[in-house]
């Protein structure tokens, strides 16, 4: 790879939609059917271009022109500390130039042989508490386990049920026998052989979780996530519960404000699944670390709910780690965002063979939304 100077970021927001509307989760109310996704795309003198994900303010991407891309990203490690917020745009920028898909390169960076076509396997996170206007229990197990249907008819084998109802939207008893019915229908509707995880979104507490673990225990449920703020003292408990009860139930955290020990935790075996935000905590940090927790023979399963990109993005995460175990999936069209060569089926994402991460960028639409709520910063220019 040569050592171009960047001589253009310009930055657009596209605006996209989900095939329905996301309900609520333990905390948080309705979440919509509108994605909202922030790209740059940054130039190279030769004319090379590299795009994706970047939240940087017109200030911050104004010191990106005139930079050489040697001090910005390097194929041995990534983008560079000081240039994190960059790291995705540089990424496929990297894959362009090399002419190689970003999980090749990824893969090589962590001594791993990628094995193509690559497939990597995903789940449906769409199944929201989408029931809170329903007045009975078998209503709105119905209606999400019709959801559920509905994946399984998107090609996926893998659903993640928000849970929580308690904590906030539902009187405690009540909510907490709803989630128990809604995890049953869930479980009718996919089929003994699909994998189903629950998420409370810290709505449970200890006991709350072990009783919802124990009245669902013939789901066989794969992964509690989130059951209730990380707590070393709570997780030892659950842990030891689960091992008397003979539940294979993982635990899985880390998507939110986690705990600076949380690491140090899952080392200790007491957090199975390292959920990390691949945009808070960044694509070329997530490297690092699903090296050091495949070191510790702990799963990686970076979110990114919200984003759409992140559905693409960390497909090519699944090359670098032994124990990468799902892509989110989270199901959205965005004008402007061309993904074709991804598609799902039998509960994998295939990925394409192609530059960068196989995605384009409609010219016109992209420059429609740069004029309407962007900007752009060359050399020399504005």
Known sequence: MNNPRIVSIEWARLEGQRPRNAGSNARLGDHGSLVRVPIARITTEEGFSGFGVCRATPAQAATLPGQRLSDLFSLAHGTATDWLLFDYPLWDLAGQLTGQPVYKLTAAINGLT????????????????????????????????AEARDGLARGHTAFKIKVGRGARHLPLEQGTQRDIAVIHAVREAVG????????????????????????????????????????????????????????????ADGEGQASPTLLDWAQEGLINVIQYDIFGYGFTPWL????????????????????????????????????????????????GLGAAGYTINAGHVAVPDLPGFGLTLDEEIF????????????????
Request: glycine share 6%; net charge negative; charged share 20%.
């Open 114 to 145: 990628v094995e193509q076509p690559l497939r990597a396997p995903c789940y449906d996170t769409s199944l929201y508490i989408d029931d809170l206007d329903l007045a009975s229990d078998q209503a709105a197990a119905e209606l999400i386990a």
């Open 367 to 382: 420059q429609r939304a740069v004029a309407a709520n962007g900007f752009v910063h060359t050399i020399g220019g504005r």
């Open 288 to 335: 690092a670390l699903g090296k050091q927790l495949d070191a510790w023979g702990v799963r990686s399963a970076p979110h990114h709910y919200g984003g759409h990109y992140g559905n693409y993005a960390a497909c090519h995460l699944a090359s670098a780690m032994r124990h990468f175990t799902y892509v989110e999936w989270d199901e959205a069209t965005t004008p």
């Open 192 to 251: 003994s052989q699909a994998t189903i995880m629950i998420d409370a979104n810290n709505g449970y507490n200890l006991n709350l979780t072990k009783r919802v673990l124990a009245e669902t225990a013939a789901c066989n449920i794969f992964w509690m996530e989130e059951a209730f703020h990380e707590d070393r003292v709570l997780y030892l408990d659950l842990q030891a519960w689960l091992k008397a009860q003979n539940l294979s139930v993982l635990i």
